[in-house]
């Protein structure tokens, strides 16, 4: 497939991917210098946004182009599922080379179609530039119920910490990608989570509606860098047992726990719960396993119980772009 010759092109090729993308609320979507979107009444809008960049978030070479689109979806929805709030819809921002306006694009929209099509979410609009790398900016636009919204600050003593899923799994990917010999096995449950993560939007909004979840956030970073976030939004401390860390099976014991507490990108629910709503909770959410790792503490700093029994601080060494080991 040849390149696309100028951006009106472009962005023609990108709509046809997303039209008609207007609904109740999305009044006005691509085609005008702005869209038109009207909030529900008794709703609050959630907004976030997100980077995700060539030779730093992905490998052109190494990334199949419809993960591309599909995870730069997935990660902003990730911070709406973190709140309890429900995706509706998104602006995209993408700046591309020459080169990859044929048949890289092509399956890019591809992958971000699906992506929208999983969470409900639909394309209002963006921007679009030439660069010499691939730049992906999305921002989407969600909403929850006003009074419903779970924010990392409400955290208290005696809560009990729980996680969805599986931590490590998508590190773990990582390093199966970076070391592939250009064959891609998508079909790996640690490969499929590093290349499709599935943002935690139903048991986010399930936890928010029935008020279970004092405090949340999603595992972006790694658990040992996004704890501590929690934590000092909330004004209180955290223990972590790393025996109840729900690892990858089948890696070494000590590589799993290194890759649970460390490991990023898998977009997992991390969230706490009053002692006096556990009976509410289940193991289970469509499927999707709830893990007890840990508790609450009015001791601030996040500790672990070591090898020999006794609590030591837990290091933050999860992603963080300008931490010099990442470059």
Not at 21 to 35: N, T
Not at 194 to 199: K, N, R, T, W
Request: proline share 6%; hydrophobic share 40%; net charge positive.
């Amino acid at each position: 497939m040849k390149p696309l010759r100028d951006e009106d092109a472009l962005v023609k090729e990108i709509a046809r991917h997303f039209l008609p993308s207007r609904g109740r609320q999305l009044r006005l979507g691509i085609g005008d210098d702005a869209a038109l979107w009207e909030p529900r009444p008794g709703f609050a809008s959630i907004l976030t946004s997100d980077w995700f960049l060539e030779g730093f978030h992905f490998l052109r070479e190494k990334h199949p182009p419809d993960s591309v689109g599909w995870k730069c979806l997935a990660r902003a929805a990730s911070d709406i599922a973190a709140m309890g709030g429900t995706p509706r819809c998104f602006l995209l921002n993408l700046a591309l080379p020459p080169a990859a306006t044929g048949k890289w694009l092509k399956r890019f929209l591809r992958g971000l179609r699906r992506a929208a099509k999983s969470v409900h979410c639909v394309l209002a609009g963006g921007d679009t530039t030439r660069s010499r790398r691939i730049l992906i900016s999305v921002t989407v636009i969600g909403e929850i119920r006003e009074g419903q919204g779970v924010l990392r600050s409400g955290a208290r003593p005696g809560d009990l910490l729980y996680v969805s899923g599986t931590l490590g799994e998508a590190e773990h990917g990582l390093r199966l990608l970076r070391n592939s010999g250009g064959t891609l096995n998508r079909k790996t449950v640690a490969m499929r989570k590093h290349l499709y993560p599935e943002p935690r939007v139903e048991l986010g909004r399930w936890l928010a509606e029935r008020k279970l979840a004092t405090a949340m956030m999603d595992v972006s970073d790694g658990l040992s860098s996004d704890l501590p976030r929690m934590c000092a939004a909330s004004g209180v401390g955290a223990l972590i047992d790393p025996d109840k860390l729900p690892v990858l099976p089948g890696v070494a014991a000590d590589s799993a726990r290194q890759l649970a507490l460390h490991g990023g990108d898998d977009y997992e629910l991390l969230f706490t719960v009053s002692p006096g709503n556990l009976a509410s909770l289940s193991a289970k959410i469509r499927k999707l396993r709830l893990t007890q790792i840990g508790k609450i503490t009015k001791d601030l700093g996040v500790r672990i119980i070591g090898n020999d029994g006794k609590l030591e601080p837990l290091r933050a060494a999860g992603w963080d772009p300008f931490r010099q080991e990442n470059k």
